[in-house]
C-alpha cells in the first residue's frame, strides 16, 4: 500500500530544516538545490511544496509563530497565577534567546531580498501575533504589548550585535519587571490580582 503522508506535518518537518540551513549557511548562500541536499531530500520534493526560496523564508515566520507561541502556551497550560506565568515566560525567552537572534537574522534577510510590499505584510502578522499572544498570556493592553515587543526586538538586535557589552537575559529580567509592575505585583511584597484566566 502506498505511504500515507501528513502534508502539513511533512511541510512544518522541512520548514524546521530550512530554518537550521538558512542559520548556518545564510539565506543568500543556499540554491533550492543546496536545501535540498542538506535536508535529504530531492529537489522535486523541495519545489513541491515551496516554489522557491522566498516562499519558504515568508512560510518560515509562519511556522516559528505557530510552533514558538505554541510551546509558550503549553507551558502555561491551566496555569490561571499571573505571577507564576511570568516566570515561566521569563525562563522560556532567555531559553530560546539564540533562537530569536536566528529569527532575526531571517528578517534581515527577507528585508533584503523583498520588496515592501512583499515584506512587510509578513512583519506586521509577526508582530500582530505575537504581541496578541502577550495580551492574552498577561491580561495587558495592546499598546503595552506593543512597548514590551519593541523592547524584546531591541534586546535581541543588541545581543547579535554587541554580545560582548550587552545582557540579553538582564533585559529579559527588566521586561518581567515591567509586567509585574504593570500588573501591581510587588515580588518582595503584596501581591494584587494574581490569578488571571490564560485565554488561548
Not at 541536499?37 to 513541491?48: C, D, F, K, N, R
Request: hydrophobic residues 40%; contains cysteine; proline residues 2%.
Amino acid at each position: 500500500m502506498p505511504k500515507i503522508v501528513n502534508r502539513d506535518a511533512y511541510r512544518d518537518e522541512l520548514l524546521s530544516g530550512c530554518f537550521s540551513v538558512f542559520a548556518r549557511y545564510g539565506y543568500d548562500k543556499v540554491t533550492m538545490r543546496k536545501i535540498a541536499q542538506v535536508l535529504g531530500v530531492s529537489t522535486g520534493t523541495l519545489y513541491h511544496y515551496f516554489p522557491n526560496k522566498q516562499a519558504i523564508i515568508k512560510a518560515l515566520f509562519d511556522w516559528v509563530m505557530r510552533t514558538n507561541i505554541g510551546d509558550a502556551l503549553n507551558r502555561m497550560h491551566d496555569i490561571d497565577d499571573i505571577y507564576k506565568r511570568i516566570d515561566i515566560a521569563s525562563e522560556f525567552w532567555k531559553e530560546y534567546g539564540e533562537y530569536y537572534q536566528k529569527v532575526m537574522l531571517l528578517a534581515f534577510d527577507l528585508w533584503r531580498n523583498s520588496t515592501k510590499d512583499e515584506s512587510q505584510p509578513v512583519f506586521m502578522s509577526f508582530s500582530r501575533y505575537y504581541r496578541d499572544a502577550m495580551v492574552r498570556i498577561f491580561d495587558i493592553s495592546e499598546d503595552f504589548s506593543e512597548l514590551l515587543f519593541i523592547i524584546f526586538l531591541g534586546s535581541v538586535f543588541h545581543a547579535i550585535i554587541t554580545p560582548d557589552h550587552f545582557s540579553y537575559n538582564k533585559t529579559v529580567d527588566a521586561i518581567a519587571q515591567l509586567i509585574s509592575k504593570e500588573k501591581g505585583i510587588v515580588r518582595n511584597g503584596a501581591k494584587t490580582k494574581r490569578h488571571v484566566k490564560l485565554v488561548r
